[in-house]
Structures are given as C-alpha cells and as structure tokens.
C-alpha cells in the first residue's frame, strides 16, 4: 500500500464523519491491555492474535505472551517449542512461527521498521498488520482495513464492492495526526456498534454521515458472501501409553499446526472400523471416543484410540518422536484438537483405574 497521504491537508478541519468518531473513541475507547502501553512490539503481537480471533479470547493470551516475552530480542532468543506452547488453543499456529521468524530478523537488523514498506518485509506482515503497527505505533497517516472496518465503510458508503475497495474509503476521512486513533476507532465501532447482524445504527456515533443507516440498508451492506461447502476429514489418533507418560509426534513445520505435537494421527475413511485402525496402527486398541472439530476450512472428525504398545505402532510422518508426562505435554505447543484428546484419554485412565 505504501505510506500514502490523507486527502485531507494539514490544518483543515476534520470531515464530519472523523470528528464524530473521534469524539465518541474519546469518550468509549476499550480498555485493552496493549493500549495500556503502546510500543511496536506490543502493536504488533496484539494485531497478530487478533486475525481471525476474538478480542476476549486474545487478552489472557497477549497478557501471558508479554509476561515470558516482553520485548522482541526475548521473543527471537525463545525457542519454537515454547513460543508455541503459549500460542496453544489459540489457533491458526503459522501467526506464531511467523512472529518468531520475524523477531529474529528485527533483532538481527537491530530496529524496528517504522513505515510500511519496512514492515511488510517481516515474515507474515501484511497490508493490514503493517498499516496498523505504522499507524498506531509510529504516528503515520495512513489507513488499515479489517473486517470490521471494511464492513463500517461499507455502509457508510454503500458500497457492495469487495474489501480491497474499502481502503480508499477509508483513507478518504484519516485524520492527519490522529490516524492510529481513527483506526482504533474504526475497529471498536465495527466490534461494538457497526455489527454484522441487527447493527446498532440509533446509538452510532456516525450515523449522520452513514448513507445505510440514513437509507435503513445497513443490513444489506456488506452483501453476503456465497456459502461453500466445508469438507469433512475423518483421521484417527492413538495415545500409546508406556508407564504414566504417552508419546506424540511432532508435525512438519510447515501445512496445518506446523511445528505442533500430537498423538500418533492418520487419515482414515469414513466408514473404517476399529478393525482397521489397529491394521494401521499395527497393535491391539481400545476405543475411547470421538471428537468433531470445526476449522474455518474443514471438520475434522476424530476417532481416539489407546494402546499399551511402545511407541513403535503404525507409520508415520514425524521428524520427531517423544515420550512425555502429563507435566512435559503442557510445556510444548499442541493444538486445540490435539488438547481435546489428551483430555478424553486422561479421563479414560482415571476411569479406568477408579
């Protein structure tokens, strides 16, 4: 995007719509941990949680990520292992490799970019976490677009067209000076008041200036996007216990929960039976449970499986094999689905020794 000016010049008066924000961001602004204290660092972190993630959801999260790692040089000296333990249930693991990669380049560059085109040339920066760090962070003038402000200047403008034309509608009422304060703004009405269904339109600060809440159209705006067919995954799992520990596998770096560990775990067929899992697995298995699980992209359905094998049952893809106690499994990074099924096969032992 680059660090692009506002259409409004220095010393003018701000347009209605900025002024109305501002006044109410002045007065309602959410309290939240990384406006507490802003630096690059913290900007950043917390922007990265929040893709795809809610804000009541990211606030324990940002406030344990900051305690281990309170600047960027702990985040690069960190090991993977332990960036990724304090990501886990957090989802979408590739933010945090990224974050890691990206320390390291900071820290080797021995600065942190301070515009646009620098940040973006960090590993996982896109156009809205750059725009939003430079702005916020650093005092430049230049808008960011997220799904609540797209969906804000939507309406404002009624304006159907994709989200990428919603950066000029933005960057048409930045307040020079006050553009990290705007965008702020912008996502705290999106989140707050501009809502995707049954908006808030009577108590909006920018009402007057919003052609769909003037025309009564705002539910229309963004127009729906076409639903698509989510695909169903079926795999299986098998926790191999020997003694009190079990043993997980650690995927590739890269594809989906790169770098995470997990139970033994291979894709099956829909109607496989316990038969065929212990083909696969190559031992005697007990089954204790099904899992569904919902990603943005699939359904993962889960079959649990224990064994009182060593930890040589089945072929499999990892680089790297273990043997952990319940302690050790909380000290590395393991995904939600994964927590899911440590959990079921802990509370089947328990059950079963009672």
Not at 128 to 146: K, L
Not at 219 to 233: I, S, T
Not at 324 to 333: A, D
Request: charged content about 25%.
């Amino acid at each position: 995007m680059g660090d692009a000016q506002s259409t409004q010049a220095s010393g003018d008066p701000l347009d209605s719509l900025a002024q109305n924000l501002l006044n109410w961001y002045d007065r309602e602004r959410r309290k939240l941990p990384w406006r507490e204290e802003v630096n690059p660092y913290r900007t950043w972190v917390s922007e990265v949680m929040l893709q795809q993630t809610r804000v009541d959801t990211v606030i324990p999260y940002f406030e344990r990520f900051m305690d281990r790692f309170p600047t960027v040089q702990h985040l690069a000296e960190a090991d993977l292992d332990e960036v990724l333990s304090m990501w886990s249930g957090l989802g979408y693991y590739s933010r945090a490799r990224n974050m890691h990669r990206a320390a390291n380049v900071i820290k080797a560059g021995d600065r942190f970019p301070d515009d646009v085109s620098g940040l973006r040339s960090l590993p996982g920066v896109g156009e809205y976490i750059s725009a939003a760090i430079a702005s916020i962070a650093f005092g430049r003038d230049v808008a960011t677009v997220d799904g609540n402000i797209a969906r804000v200047m939507a309406r404002v403008h009624v304006d159907p067209s994709p989200r990428k034309r919603m950066w000029g509608h933005a960057q048409t009422h930045l307040p020079v000076g006050r553009a990290g304060d705007y965008n702020q703004a912008l996502m705290d009405l999106g989140a707050r008041i501009c809502i995707p269904k049954n908006p808030r339109c009577p108590i909006c600060p920018v009402k007057t200036d919003c052609r769909a809440a003037t025309d009564g159209t705002a539910d229309q705006f963004p127009p729906p996007k076409p639903k698509r067919q989510v695909p169903e995954v079926h795999m299986a799992c098998v926790a191999v216990r020997d003694h009190e520990d079990l043993w997980l596998g650690r995927r590739p770096n890269e594809g989906l929960w790169g770098g995470l560990w997990e139970l033994p775990t291979v894709k099956i067929d829909h109607n496989s039976n316990i038969s065929d899992a212990e083909t696969w697995f190559g031992a005697a298995l007990t089954e204790v449970g099904k899992i569904r699980h919902v990603l943005t992209h699939r359904v993962i359905q889960l079959r649990v499986y224990t064994s009182k094998n060593s930890n040589d049952v089945g072929p499999f893809h990892y680089d790297e094999f273990g043997r952990f106690s319940k302690t050790e499994m909380g000290q590395v990074g393991t995904s939600r689905l994964t927590e899911k099924a440590l959990a079921m096969v802990l509370q089947s032992v328990t059950e079963t020794r009672s």
